[in-house]
């Protein structure tokens, strides 16, 4: 006799279920639309939305923002950006002061100094090719230094109301995380939500996702328990949750 054959046969043991592979309803982005309206509203909106929501919604006001922001919480771009822009709220006014107060006034958020000379160079710009008056075109936008294709999309459909999806890091967590997207880059979520996005949610999902990822599906043990989403979501890449 083998030794194979005198040990006993076990069935190879099974895989631990991942959180999100129990049975789920298909994924209803009309549903899950309104809940996430309803469960973002305790929270503070996304900070150009924010800005917008407090006056300063001309595209100029709304890229500036979004510079700010760039690698910066909220929480520190949102007050830049309006000690920023109630000095200087169009690009003559920008241009009106130097690198250096530029700096001072936004001192608090990441790489304030070389954002301090972009914001004064897209104002310069703005005054010499455009009399001030910023076109809501996307290619224009994106021939600007410092303006990538988050920026120029988002502050368009903040300001000029044109539909762009914008996928910042939360956007691009969360809907990966749903299992409606497969994407390994912010650039390759967005491609992928704009052939499956009905074009009336374009603008609206980063003033959703943004308070939605950073106080529910957080980066790291999000509350799942009590996500209203819970049903539909595949929960994809969840070890650990709430």
Not at 19 to 26: A, E, F, V
Not at 52 to 58: A, V
């Amino acid at each position: 006799m083998t030794p194979a054959a005198g040990r006993a046969k076990h069935p190879p043991p099974k895989p631990a279920a991942s959180p999100g592979s129990s049975k789920k309803r298909p994924f209803d982005i009309d549903r899950a639309i309104r809940l996430l309206r309803e469960a973002v509203e305790p929270f503070p909106p996304a900070a150009m939305f924010a800005l917008k929501d407090q006056g300063y919604g001309t595209l100029f006001q709304q890229l500036v923002a979004c510079i700010i922001s760039i690698r910066t919480r909220d929480e520190v771009s949102l007050p830049a950006a309006l000690a920023l822009l109630k000095v200087a709220p169009t690009p003559e006014r920008m241009l009106a002061l130097s690198a250096d107060a530029i700096d001072k006034l936004i001192h608090n958020a990441t790489f304030h100094e070389p954002k301090a000379r972009t914001l004064r160079a897209i104002a310069q710009r703005a005054v010499d090719e455009f009399s001030g008056d910023l076109p809501c075109d996307r290619d224009t936008l994106l021939t600007f230094a410092g303006v990538g294709p988050k920026c120029a999309g988002l502050a368009l459909g903040i300001a000029c109301n044109q539909p762009h999806i914008s996928v910042d890091v939360h956007v691009h967590r969360v809907v990966n995380r749903w299992g409606i997207v497969a994407a390994k880059t912010p650039e390759k979520t967005m491609d992928a939500l704009m052939a499956i996005l009905p074009k009336k949610y374009w603008i609206e999902l980063n003033r959703l996702l943004v308070p939605f990822g950073k106080h529910i599906c957080t980066g790291i043990a999000p509350t799942c328990s009590t996500c209203p989403l819970l049903s539909m979501c595949q929960q994809v890449g969840v070890s650990e949750h709430r």
